[in-house]
């Protein structure tokens, strides 16, 4: 089964074929990094524009490198929630003509489980269950992937996520965007025990995490040093930034693997790919005898080719969709 995946959820449009939910065919994708770069961030009606400008294009590009014909296509995938909604919109709009003009079976993807499914083209022989970290853009969560389409979450932050932390904290450094992979860049180089940052607690959860109070103390920490004259170690700053966040992370996600008893871990999203939290994951699965699974940089980002991954196997559950499809802002992953 051949599926035509679009996914426009924040400032990368792409389009991809995939077969059967594994074999990547064609993945195309537009960037629109330099575009916010001068913003520091990305504006969601230039995104959404830029992401009407760009779709049909690569639609046709996606046909030509996979050297295939409209007519091959047998199903239309697509990010339906969560995003920028104008962004969503656009490739909602763009897959329900698709579907209806080659009289194919529309299907609508949940954008997490699509990162979660990036994994599944990166290890041909993955099969649920098991534990998922997804910590992508605004989502910080710890699922358990009981099956394709059936995930129960066990843990998710109370406020901001890990990416959202990464990229502000960068900004006011004055970090070009996107800030994550600019300040683990500039960690590299700094001693993570300079500086010294709160870890928090949720009192009723104890897998779930808050992000703010970290995110508020390095701003204040860069603020008052501005204020005062004082002259920062960035890369050490950096450093111990990083290492805070892994800290809130990787312990509750072992945590998690001990619950469930599961022995195969997913790492999935942008965050995915900061050195720091990779090398963690890395050490502490090898210690405790779990299988690591972290697709390749190019997947850990927004693609279609993890929409159509997804869009597999939500098709075989009969998660399909009419022409009635609307977008959506946000939306839990376990809807």
Known sequence: MIIMAVESSCDETAVALVRDGREVLADCISSQVELHKIYGGVV??????????????????????????????????????????GAVLVGVNFAKTAAMALG????????????????????PDLEPPFLALVVSGGNTLIADVRDYTDLKILGST???????????????????????????????????TKYSFPLSKVADSELDMSFSGLKTAAINLIHNADQKG?????????????????????PRVMKALDQTGHKTLAIAGGVAAN???????????????????????????????????QAYYEYLAGNTADQSLNAFATMPVDQ
């Open 275 to 309: 050195s720091v939290v990779r090398a963690a994951f890395e050490a502490e699965s090898a210690k405790r005898g779990v299988r690591l699974c972290m697709p390749p940089l190019k997947l850990c980002g927004d693609n279609g080719a993890m929409i159509g991954a």
């Open 230 to 250: 004082e002259e920062l170690d960035v890369p050490s700053l950096c450093a111990s930034f990083t290492e805070t966040v892994r800290e809130m992370i990787v």
């Open 158 to 192: 109370r406020d901001d996520s890990a990416g959202e932390c990464f990229d502000k904290v960068a900004r006011v450094l004055g970090m070009p965007y996107p800030g994550g992979a600019a300040l683990d860049k500039t960690a590299q180089q700094g001693d993570n």
């Open 44 to 85: 969601p009606e230039i995104a959404s524009r830029k992401h009407v400008e760009a779709i049909y294009g690569l639609a046709d590009a996606a046909l030509e490198q996979a050297n295939l014909k409209r007519e091959d296509i047998d199903a239309v995938a697509v990010t339906y929630a969560p995003g920028l909604i």
């Open 104 to 123: 194919v079976p529309l299907i609508p993807v949940h954008h997490i489980r699509g990162h979660i499914a990036a994994n599944y083209l990166a290890f």
